[in-house]
């Protein structure tokens, strides 16, 4: 369900870039620079808004301490 959500931001932030972009080529006539720019900044939030939600994620997850008997013993060497 996190998954879900992180690319959904994604999605939705980058459809909103495009769509604002193609808006303002259509005010401005400068064809593709719009979208570009739209698209550009659309991935650039979006990311940015996956990398906070994934930190608030890690920090509300509960840590485990391990004890010195519950670290992994190395792997025996084959000879």
């Given at each position: 369900m996190i998954a879900s959500e992180l690319g959904s931001v994604i999605v939705v932030?980058?459809?909103l870039g495009y769509f604002a972009g193609n808006w303002l080529d259509g005010m401005l006539k400068c064809?593709?620079?719009g979208i570009v720019g739209g698209l550009?900044?659309?991935m650039g939030l979006g990311l940015g808004i996956v990398?906070?939600?994934s930190n608030q994620l890690d920090k509300n997850t509960p840590r485990v301490k391990m004890t010195s008997s519950q670290e992994p013993e190395p792997p025996a060497e084959d000879s």
């Amino acid at each position: 369900m996190i998954a879900s959500e992180l690319g959904s931001v994604i999605v939705v932030s980058v459809g909103l870039g495009y769509f604002a972009g193609n808006w303002l080529d259509g005010m401005l006539k400068c064809s593709p620079y719009g979208i570009v720019g739209g698209l550009m900044l659309g991935m650039g939030l979006g990311l940015g808004i996956v990398v906070k939600r994934s930190n608030q994620l890690d920090k509300n997850t509960p840590r485990v301490k391990m004890t010195s008997s519950q670290e992994p013993e190395p792997p025996a060497e084959d000879s």
